[in-house]
Nanobody
């Protein structure tokens, strides 16, 4: 298992940007594919983005394509989610998660494929 701690959430106006960070400790970070999920009040958890263990493959849900960028720095044991052009529909608690998946087809991953989770960070976008 790997321990995950998110940071970087906050309140931003529509059109603004935030960068979320997820710091990992424990077992070798580079062995894990990393993902970002989000959950808004009264809604199901959404699979927002993911990056393969090598960083060579990425996935984005349709509504964030072209606005969000996921990246990782294996030397710093950290994964990032750069979020631009934010809109109120992006308001949610954002969770970082780690998966032992070593393939490249990240779009097929589901909630249960991620075994380690952070505590979440709130992102609120005002209109």
């Amino acid at each position: 298992q790997v321990q995950l701690v998110e940071s970087g959430g906050g309140l931003v106006q529509a059109g603004g940007s935030l960068r979320l960070s997820c710091a990992a400790s424990g077992r070798a970070f580079r062995n894990y594919a990393m993902g970002w999920f989000r959950q808004a009040p009264g809604k199901e958890r959404e699979f927002v983005s993911a990056i393969s263990w090598s960083g060579g493959s990425t996935y984005y849900m349709d509504s964030v394509k072209g606005r969000f960028t996921i990246s990782r720095d294996n030397a710093k044991n950290t994964v990032y989610l750069q979020m631009n052009s934010l809109n109120p529909e992006d308001t949610a608690v954002y969770y970082c998660a780690a998966s032992g998946f070593h393939g490249t087809e990240l779009a097929g991953l589901r909630y249960l494929d991620f075994g380690s989770w952070g505590q979440g960070t709130q992102v609120t976008v005002s209109s």
